[in-house]
């Protein structure tokens, strides 16, 4: 079933965008190799994700990109969570990758969101306080180990009053607590010796 849904979704971006039909074949066998594998390797892994990258990659109009979305999203939802996570780790550091994709990843598993949510450029403010608002503390922690967290996101993740992401912010060199953050971890201290440890460390 998924086989054919994705066939014709090969056929509909082939009709529309020729080039890309290497990609599309390299997509296809490498899929079907690792759904006929009973314990599909890294190595096996790491090419599937490594196609997916390369077809996120290319200059596309917006309906083929949108396609080529809607393909790679088929896929991962079917997808074990070491293929989702290799995907994610290629895709975190790429700063043309449609917000669709990046978004469907964030808001997976922790262990496969981690990559996008602590380095992916994409994601906006808007977008990581609604993660923060809709998910659990895996992808709390991830954020908060985010380079220039602004100052809102910052309160948010404060305000979640998980120790693990606390301590995670009080050692992200890259930001200044906000005098709320400050605040709140000076009391979350008094009941955790890690957070108090690295929070003394802090300049403020």
Not at 172 to 186: C, D, G, K, M, Q
Request: proline share 3%.
């Amino acid at each position: 079933m998924v086989q054919g849904q994705l066939a014709k979704m090969y056929m509909g971006l082939l009709e529309k965008s020729p080039e890309i039909g290497p990609l599309l074949v390299r997509l296809y066998d490498r899929h079907k190799l690792h759904c006929l594998s009973e314990r599909p390797g890294a190595e096996t892994r790491a090419e599937l994700a490594g196609v997916m990258a390369d077809l996120l990659d290319i200059d596309l109009k917006v309906d083929e990109s949108e396609l080529i979305t809607d393909v790679l999203i088929g896929l991962l939802s079917k997808a074990e969570l070491d293929l989702r996570a290799a995907l994610s780790e290629r895709l975190a550091l790429m700063d043309d990758i449609p917000l669709r994709m990046i978004l469907h990843l964030a808001n997976d598993d922790a262990e496969v969101a981690t990559p996008v949510l602590t380095h992916s450029r994409i994601l906006t403010d808007t977008d990581l306080i609604y993660i923060v608002k809709a998910t659990s503390a895996g992808h709390w922690r991830a954020i908060a180990g985010r380079e220039g967290i602004s100052d809102l996101l910052m309160n948010v993740l404060v305000d979640t009053k998980d120790i693990e992401t606390a301590i995670t912010l009080s050692k992200n060199e890259s930001v200044i607590l906000t005098p709320h953050a400050i605040t709140r971890f000076s009391n979350m201290a008094r009941f955790s010796d890690p957070l108090a440890k690295s929070f003394v460390m802090r300049s403020e």
